[in-house]
T-cell receptor, first 111, second 114 residues
Framework: SQTIHQWPATLVQPVGSPLSLECTVE??????LYWYRQAAGRGLQLLFY??????ISSEVPQNLSASRPQDRQFILSSKKLLLSDSGFYLC??????????FGSGTRLTVV | AQKVTQAQTEISVVEKEDVTLDCVYE???????LFWYKQPPSGELVFLIR??????QNEISGRYSWNFQKSTSSFNFTITASQVVDSAVYFC???????????FGAGTRLTVKP
């Protein structure tokens, strides 16, 4: 079956600390992968998407970066977190755009 | 470019009332998908419906119904006889056929009071 794993579920990090959120997909190959962020009380903003290994496209300039070291692994990183990086981060995948599978999300609080 | 607008930021109704959530989209493409998702307080996204741009037929699923009108670029969602469990944030989203990136509206927070 096709599943998506995203961890950790919650994270509290101090300003200036690094970040690494991981997302892995099972049961499919060559998926399109996405990172979304939802700031408190706001909508879902597309941050990064990837159509293949090593291929990353960024939607908005920001303090974050993404990498896809393996076909079914998508990592969201930051070298130094800002307060404004706080939010709810969702990973997702699709093949062909007919259906999307979302992870359970990571709630990041930068203090 | 693609854009989704959910003008209603928050809606509050009393249980058993009907409520309609509006969604207006913009795209120059003629082929696309439209989606609605529900986000309960736990945060996960729950898929509700997908509609193909070629299919303007309205759909009803229990207390939920959707009205898709290409002429007005709208894909509205109605909950009949709302219940407290319907309280959540609802997102409308658009995906183009030639670009699989899902773009969301800002969401509408629905509160159903007992």
């Amino acid at each position: 079956s096709q599943t998506i794993h995203q961890w950790p579920a919650t994270l509290v990090q101090p300003v200036g600390s690094p970040l690494s959120l991981e997302c892995t997909v099972e049961g499919t190959s060559n998926p399109n992968l996405y990172w979304y962020r939802q700031a408190a009380g706001r909508g879902l903003q597309l941050l990064f998407y990837s159509v293949g290994i090593g291929q990353i496209s960024s939607e908005v300039p920001q303090n974050l970066s993404a990498s896809r070291p393996q076909d079914r692994q998508f990592i969201l990183s930051s070298k130094k977190l800002l307060l404004s990086d706080s939010g709810f981060y969702l990973c997702a995948w699709t093949r062909g755009g007919l259906s999307y599978t979302f992870g359970s999300g990571t709630r990041l609080t930068v203090v | 470019a693609q854009k989704v607008t959910q003008a209603q930021t928050e809606i509050s109704v009393v249980e058993k009332e009907d409520v309609t959530l509006d969604c207006v989209y913009e795209t120059r493409d003629t082929t696309y998908y439209l989606f609605w998702y529900k986000q309960p307080p736990s945060g996960e996204l729950v898929f509700l419906i997908r509609r193909n741009s070629f299919d303007e037929q309205n759909e009803i699923s229990g207390r939920y119904s959707w009205n898709f009108q290409k002429s007005t670029s709208s894909f509205n969602f109605t909950i009949t006889a709302s219940q407290v469990v319907d309280s959540a944030v609802y997102f409308c989203a658009l995906v183009l056929y030639n670009n699989n990136d899902m773009r969301f509206g800002a969401g509408t927070r629905l509160t159903v009071k007992p």
